[in-house]
Every structure is written in C-alpha cells, then in structure tokens.
C-alpha cells in the first residue's frame, strides 16, 4: 500500500517556540492530505484539510494562526505549531488518500509533541 | 448525522476468543467503512474495510459484518492473540474527494494469555 512518513516522529521544545512537522507521500502523489491531533486515550480529531496549491480548510475551533498548514507540492505538507504551549502537547498525525478510489487513507507514524 | 458511535470503550478477551466491537452510523450517504488498528505512539493501519454492497468481508481472522438496514457494522476478530492488544478505531467516508474519515471514539483491546 501507500506509504506516508512523517518527520519528526518526537521533538520536545521549549514554550513559545514554534515546531514545523512534515509529511510526505513516499510512492504517490496527494494533492489532498488531512492533519489530526489525538490526546492520550482519545480518537483522532481533524484539525484541518490541506490542499496542495490553495489554502487549507480548517476544522471548527481550530485556530489558523496558530497552526500554519502549507502544502507547497503534491508530496510534502506541513504543519507548523506556531508560539507552542504546554497545552499543544499531543500526536500530531497526517493521511493522505491513495489507492484506486477516494476513500482508502494512509496515515503517517505521527509526531509526538512535547512542550515544555 | 456526521458522528460514528463506537462501542465497547474497552474489552478483555481471552487468548483464542472472539472479539466484537460494533459500530453505528446515521448518515446514509456514507459508501466506505474502514477498521483501523494502532498501537500506543503509531499511527492507525488500516485493517479491513468494507462498502455498502456486501454484508460480510473476511481476511484471515478479521471479519465485518455490515447490516445496511440497521445502519450498523462490527468488526469481529476471531482466535484473537496477544498481539491484537491495541485500540481499534471504525471509520466512515464519504464518496467525495477531498473529504476526511469520520473516526468513532475507539476501543481498547485487551487479549490476555
């Protein structure tokens, strides 16, 4: 199946900092990727909807300024934690769709969040 | 409409037992039924899924069962082992590009040996 990485998969910075996380589709193209935040012993929530080219589609109650989604190829989105707080701390995980149809999603390994 | 309501929260099976978790949903424009499994820091793999036209799809040991009518569907693992032990998240989708999965809550299994 497709593959989706993510980098990096752990990163710890200090409060106030920013932190940028990629994810890349390794063997397709995506000109659609979605990004979710999951906290401990909860399901994935969808943050956002990036799309390659325009501007990203975010979710109700997510703030835009404060995650920065650029998607500047067919491969490679990223998402950036602007002015990080301790309550941003969580795992960060994109998918993308891949396959014959639109419905099939591959997800990347995540990215573990931890501000200090 | 948009929700997926999963259930149990959490489940101990025996080794060599059958695991059931059911999920529901409203929208009937959903066309596409996912399971995904993680494991504590991966990412969700997708394990099976299934479409509206088929009532059962079987691989290996996993099984949906799918019950248009009712609006409901449920993942059966069967001679579950150790290393199922993980959260299982069912999923929706709608036949649109573009859209994301509507994921339910998910549900902790524990297979004890």
């Known amino acids: 199946g497709a593959v989706v990485s993510q980098h990096p998969s752990w990163v710890i910075c200090k409060s106030g900092t920013s932190v940028k996380i990629e994810c890349r589709s390794l063997d397709f193209q995506a000109t659609t990727m979605f990004w979710y935040r999951q906290f401990p012993k909860q399901s994935l929530m969808l943050m956002a909807t990036s799309n390659e080219g325009s501007k990203a589609t975010y979710e109700q109650g997510v703030e835009k300024d404060k995650f920065l989604i650029n998607h500047a190829s067919l491969t490679l989105s990223t998402l950036t934690v602007t002015s990080a707080h301790p309550e941003d701390s969580s795992f960060y995980i994109c998918s993308a769709p891949g396959g014959p149809s639109y419905n099939e999603q591959f997800f990347g390994p995540g990215t573990r969040l931890t501000v200090l | 409409q948009q929700q997926v309501k999963q259930s149990p929260q959490s489940l101990i099976v025996q080794k060599g037992g059958i695991s059931i978790i059911n999920c529901a949903y409203e929208?009937?424009?959903?066309?596409?039924f996912p399971w995904y499994q993680q494991f504590p820091g991966k990412g969700p793999a997708l394990l099976i899924a299934i479409r509206p036209d088929v009532s059962e799809k079987k691989e290996g040991r996993f099984t949906i069962s799918f019950n248009k009518s009712a609006k409901q569907f449920s993942l059966h693992i069967m001679d579950s082992q150790p290393g199922d032990s993980a959260t299982y998240f069912c999923a929706a989708h709608l036949n649109q590009a573009g859209t994301a999965l509507i994921f339910g809550k998910g549900t902790t299994l524990s297979v004890s040996s």
């Open positions: 929208n009937t424009a959903f066309d596409y």
